[in-house]
């Protein structure tokens, strides 16, 4: 995702930066980390029912001896430090070659991971909530008060 969105903010291909993301920076490393695991978060009991893979959760259940609720709240723990290890390299931004339209493209597809898997499977899921919020967001208007009267 990071190759193909830095690919598509910019209009031209900067070598230097391609390689930057190539070597697989710290950068992208936290950013992935947030992606996998909310990701996990929002969808491993229905995929589990599907027969799919265990995920981060299961595995942190069976490793630990710990219940579900348990591993989530380590998993969600984990996400939160993942999230202050990604400011931390976001500030750091003049040690990096990625341009700010590359770094923000990168960073706004993290928290459109964590906005869509917040409250399950915004993605697949048949509930509409997720749809819903995001439409909310760009098309219903913002009641404007006026506050001098």
Same mark, same amino acid.
């Given at each position: 995702?990071?190759?193909?969105?830095?690919?598509?903010?910019?209009?031209?291909?900067?070598?230097?930066?391609?390689?930057?993301?190539?070597?697989?920076?710290?950068?992208?490393?936290?950013?992935?980390?947030?992606?996998?695991?909310?990701?996990?978060?929002?969808?491993?009991?229905?995929?589990?029912?599907?027969?799919?893979?265990?995920?981060?959760?299961?595995?942190?259940?069976?490793?630990?001896?710990?219940?579900?609720? /348990?591993?989530?709240?380590?998993?969600? %723990?984990? $996400? !939160?430090? &993942?999230?202050?290890?990604?400011?931390?390299?976001?500030?750091? *931004?003049?040690?990096?070659?990625?341009?700010? /339209?590359?770094?923000?493209?990168?960073? %706004?597809? $993290? !928290?459109? &991971?964590?906005?869509?898997?917040?409250?399950?499977?915004?993605? *697949?899921?048949?509930?509409?909530?997720?749809?819903?919020?995001?439409?909310?967001?760009?098309?219903?208007?913002?009641?404007?008060?006026?506050?001098?009267?």
């Amino acid at each position: 995702m990071a190759v193909h969105s830095s690919l598509f903010v910019t209009n031209q291909i900067n070598k230097k930066e391609l390689e930057f993301l190539e070597s697989y920076p710290e950068f992208l490393y936290w950013s992935a980390l947030i992606v996998r695991l909310q990701d996990d978060l929002g969808t491993s009991s229905e995929e589990l029912k599907r027969g799919d893979v265990a995920k981060s959760i299961q595995c942190y259940m069976h490793e630990n001896g710990v219940s579900e609720e /348990a591993a989530r709240r380590h998993i969600k %723990n984990v $996400v !939160r430090e &993942a999230w202050k290890m990604l400011n931390v390299q976001r500030l750091r *931004g003049g040690a990096s070659p990625l341009s700010q /339209a590359v770094s923000g493209s990168l960073l %706004n597809l $993290v !928290r459109g &991971a964590h906005c869509f898997y917040q409250h399950g499977d915004g993605h *697949g899921s048949q509930n509409h909530l997720t749809k819903h919020h995001a439409l909310s967001l760009l098309f219903d208007p913002i009641p404007l008060y006026n506050f001098t009267s």
